[in-house]
T-cell receptor, first 114, second 112 residues
């Protein structure tokens, strides 16, 4: 089973560049989310979606955009990268249309912004 | 708001030692509580959970009891193995739709 797949695993950007982190799941999960992981700060929620066409902001949404055109895919876009966005990003999904707290995580995407 | 506080780390133990890893929380109402584990180079995996007071979650020899009176959910294992070396995250959810709050994580290293 593929589960939650993230690409790329590593990326280096220059300040001001844009990019998209891809996330796909093959479990037919309605709920999907993006987190960033920073040392000493745990994971913080960026954006989430409870189904195709529905997205909402988490606690640190600034500088990021998302869309959900299909159940399977939930890309995260950085419109103008900043050094403060250097982090490890995780996509996670859950069964149903609500987050029960039982999340399935991808392996992460490590982003460095110079 | 909701918050989760984990013990200062990292924690270093010898194989077969007893593990206690502290987690306390602040939340209104009755949150569900979780421990997630992150092995090197991987994403997080759910280790165990408890959804109401006095519930005990258990998995892979790890246990944690939901203590509402002390707002705690401490993780324990009687005999750790080298393969338990990982980062452990305590987390809570108070509402649905993505509001899972994580602690800062505790690194566990187990030596042979």
């Amino acid at each position: 089973n593929a589960g939650v797949t993230q690409t790329p695993k590593f990326q280096v950007l220059k300040t001001g560049q844009s990019m998209t982190l891809q996330c796909a799941q093959d479990m037919n999960h309605e709920y999907m989310s993006w987190y960033r992981q920073d040392p000493g700060m745990g994971l913080r929620l960026i954006h989430y979606s409870v189904g195709a066409g529905i997205t909402d902001q988490g606690e640190v949404p600034n500088g990021y955009n998302v869309s959900r055109s299909t159940t399977e895919d939930f890309p995260l876009r950085l419109l103008s990268a900043a050094p403060s966005q250097t982090s490890v990003y995780f996509c996670a999904s859950s069964t149903g249309t609500e987050n029960t707290g039982e999340l399935f995580f991808g392996e992460g995407s490590r982003l460095t912004v110079l | 708001g909701n918050s989760v506080t984990q013990m200062e780390g990292p924690v270093t133990l010898s194989e077969e030692a007893f593990l206690t890893m502290n987690c306390t929380y602040t939340a209104t109402g009755y949150p569900s509580l979780f421990w997630y584990v992150q092995y090197p180079g991987e994403g997080l995996q759910l280790l165990l959970k408890a959804t109401k007071a006095d519930d005990k979650g258990s998995n892979k020899g790890f246990e944690a009891t939901y203590r509402k009176e002390t707002t705690s959910f401490h993780l324990e294992k009687g005999s750790v193995q080298v393969s338990d070396s990982a980062v452990y995250f305590c987390a809570l959810i108070r509402t649905s739709y993505g509001k899972l709050t994580f602690g800062q994580g505790t690194i566990l290293t187990v030596h042979p």
